[in-house]
């Protein structure tokens, strides 16, 4: 069948920009990826991943190095501060039998997998660069790139993040980020052979969890509340950490503690949220990721419906008679699975906030995860 386009720029080279260009290089568009950090980094601890995004990651191509370099398990335990068993949220082995319903690893990590897999597929890669002009018109995007180069491309995908300057280009009404009360803070730790599935202590204003990211590293997390932005130094921020941690006596969790001291990298990061109202395209310029739909890290799932939106997109794109069909598609595809993402996590933030019902945290959890184990 004959494709309704053949080149497409993809501005960001982050989760789901990369698995964009993958899948679109995959089905024989030319692809152009142009990335502002010229080495290509990705910053972070550890990233925790549902089953439905280790689908993705299999459709995408690099499951196996996923789990060879992260950890992969069976569903979530959830504690007392004291160490007491709450019970445990099943996740559904949606990646197939072979594959855990769930896992983790390092961020920079996962994206090193992504980076060579986009390189393999034949996507051309331009570092330390991104667009200076977006000139729409009816059947092609005129775009001229921050090194002078111009081009012609019959669409534009912004997959440039939290912050998406395409955002601010071509959708100046879209709604601000905004900051949802909490933070967290994240530190990789050795691993303790009693730490094998991801794990949560739920105190009564601090969550804390453990999660294996390899066979001999695990990250912890601690989500707390925090009525304004706050900034910690870096210098301060290990003992910090290690005072939220002083009030949960679980002995796991009081190990962890211990490990945290000034060689530890701990990174402190205020939460923030975003639903821009559909639509997300503006002629041959299309939104997704986080620069369309950024979540909290509630549900583990804010980095799969990313990479999920790249699959989704490069699967309409070639099979639609259009790109203004195609586009319409990806978006009827889209909306509900990231909308329930980034609400059903804001509330679960909110009942956390309020020390809401627990048991309405653990039925959103439950439900949200089986919601997500359907296809895509």
């Excluded at 290509?40 to 991943?49: D, E, K, M, N, T």
């Excluded at 980076?115 to 330390?128: D, E, I, M, P, Y």
């Excluded at 997704?288 to 509630?298: L, Q």
Aim: charged residues 20%; glycine residues 10%.
């Amino acid at each position: 069948m004959n494709m309704p386009l053949k080149r497409v720029l993809i501005i960001g080279g982050g989760f789901s920009g990369m698995a964009a260009a993958i899948e679109c290089a995959k089905r024989g568009l030319e692809v152009d990826l142009v990335e502002i950090d010229a080495g290509w980094r990705s910053y972070g601890a550890g990233i925790s991943i549902g089953g439905p995004t280790l689908r993705a990651l299999r459709t995408v191509g690099v499951i196996e190095a996923f789990l060879k370099r992260g950890h992969a398990s069976d569903g979530v335990n959830l504690f007392a501060p004291t160490g007491a068993p709450f019970g445990s949220i099943p996740t559904p082995r949606v990646a197939g039998e072979d594959v855990p319903g769930g896992g983790a690893i390092m961020r920079p990590a996962l994206a090193e997998i992504l980076a060579q897999a986009t390189r393999a597929a034949g996507v051309n890669v331009k570092l330390g660069c991104s667009f200076a002009k977006l000139e729409p018109h009816n059947d092609h995007v005129s775009v001229t790139l921050t090194d002078g180069t111009q081009a012609r491309y019959d669409l534009v995908v912004g997959a440039d993040g939290l912050y998406s300057t395409v955002r601010a280009a071509i959708f100046p009404e879209a709604p601000d980020l905004r900051y949802t009360g909490q933070g967290v803070w994240r530190a990789v730790l050795p691993r303790p052979a009693e730490i094998n599935c991801a794990s949560m202590w739920l105190g009564h204003k601090v969550k804390a969890g453990l999660n294996p990211v390899s066979a001999e590293e695990m990250y912890l997390f601690v989500t707390v509340d925090s009525p304004e932005r706050i900034y910690v130094d870096p210098t301060t921020a290990q003992e910090l950490l290690r005072d939220l941690l002083a009030p949960f006596s679980a002995p796991v969790l009081q190990a962890a503690r211990e490990q945290i001291g000034p060689h530890s990298s701990v990174i402190y990061r205020p939460l923030e949220s975003m639903l821009m109202p559909r639509a997300w395209s503006r002629g041959r310029i299309v939104l997704i990721g986080d620069a369309v739909h950024a979540t909290t890290p509630h549900m583990a799932s804010g980095a799969g419906i990313g990479i999920e939106d790249g699959i989704v997109l490069a699967e309409e794109l070639t099979s639609a008679t259009t790109v203004e069909a195609a586009l319409i598609a990806f978006e009827e595809r889209r909306w509900e699975r990231c909308r329930l993402v980034v609400e059903n996590s804001g509330r679960l933030g909110e009942i956390e906030i309020t020390n809401g019902d627990r048991a309405e945290h653990t039925r959103i959890m439950h439900e949200t995860h089986q919601y997500l184990a359907r296809a895509i």
